[in-house]
């Protein structure tokens, strides 16, 4: 019997209008779930796996069937299906815990796997000091804010807008070029996980999304430190099994 692996994933945005085919790429992530239903005891999603997602009261935006569905047969199939939101997909108000069977976290949680003591989050707003960023943040965040967003505007323009928004912001960060490594004494996520283990030294890895580069540092001794990439480009992922972190390039291997 094979050995059973945790897997970690991030930023699939599916539903992306950068996409020049959505369909493709939801089928593609599909087949990586099927893949690592094969020997999975736990899934991560660490956020942004949709590039927009909010819930109506009594309506959830169509498509993503292939993938909801997937994911629902996993869980059913007794595979933990955890979901980090990000924030793209932080609206998320009952339906992917009740009727899909994820276990969704809305803040950085720490783990126990495979005897390993893992911090995981999707990255957004840890040590992040834009001040314009952290505005957006806390409005994404608000309660009064999604509920005006929810009760004031129709589905069709709401979701419209969402999708519009999340284009420009993709396009603005690649023209940018800030989805480049700054380097270790100035990459947010691992200054956050350095000043981070001075509180928590039983800490073995922290695992991040957000940023949408691939990077594997070794912190000290004991910790390691992973930015997993991104299911839109990349195409990366990683298992452990309880000795080795690893990570791959899905059907690149």
Same mark, same amino acid.
């Given at each position: ?91 998320? =108000? +009952? @339906?992917?815990?009740? &009727?899909?069977?994820? %276990?969704? !976290? ?8 495979? #005897? ?44 419209? =807008? +969402? @999708?519009?928004?999340? &284009?420009?912001?993709? %396009?603005? !960060? ?8 700054? #380097? ?70």
């Amino acid at each position: 019997m094979a050995q059973k692996k945790t897997y970690f994933i991030t930023d699939a945005h599916l539903g992306a209008r950068v996409f020049d085919n959505r369909y493709t790429h939801e089928q593609k992530f599909v087949r990586w779930l099927d893949m690592a239903k094969q020997d999975a005891d736990a899934i991560y999603m660490l956020g942004d796996m949709f590039d927009f997602w909010f819930e109506y009261r009594a309506t959830v935006q169509k498509g993503f069937c292939r993938s909801l569905g997937k994911m629902a047969e996993l869980a059913d199939a007794g595979i933990e299906m955890h979901y980090f939101t990000g924030n793209h997909d932080v609206w998320t =108000f +009952g @339906y992917l815990e009740n &009727e899909i069977g994820l %276990k969704v !976290h809305r803040c950085p949680t720490t783990f126990g796997i495979h #005897g390993k003591r893992f911090f995981l989050a999707h990255g957004d707003g840890l040590n992040d000091k834009s001040r314009g960023f952290s505005l957006i943040r806390a409005i994404f965040h608000s309660k009064t804010c999604q509920w005006l967003f929810r009760t004031l505007i129709p589905p069709v323009i709401g979701l419209n =807008f +969402g @999708y519009k928004w999340s &284009e420009s912001n993709r %396009k603005k !960060h690649l023209n940018n070029h800030e989805c480049e490594y700054k #380097g270790e004494n100035d990459e947010p996520l691992v200054l956050f996980a350095k000043q981070h283990k001075n509180t928590a030294p039983d800490i073995d890895y922290y695992l991040f999304g957000h940023r949408h580069i691939l990077l594997h540092l070794q912190l000290d001794n004991s910790t390691q430190l992973a930015i997993l990439g991104d299911f839109m480009q990349q195409f990366s992922y990683a298992t452990f099994d309880g000795d080795n972190f690893e990570i791959h390039y899905f059907e690149a291997e």
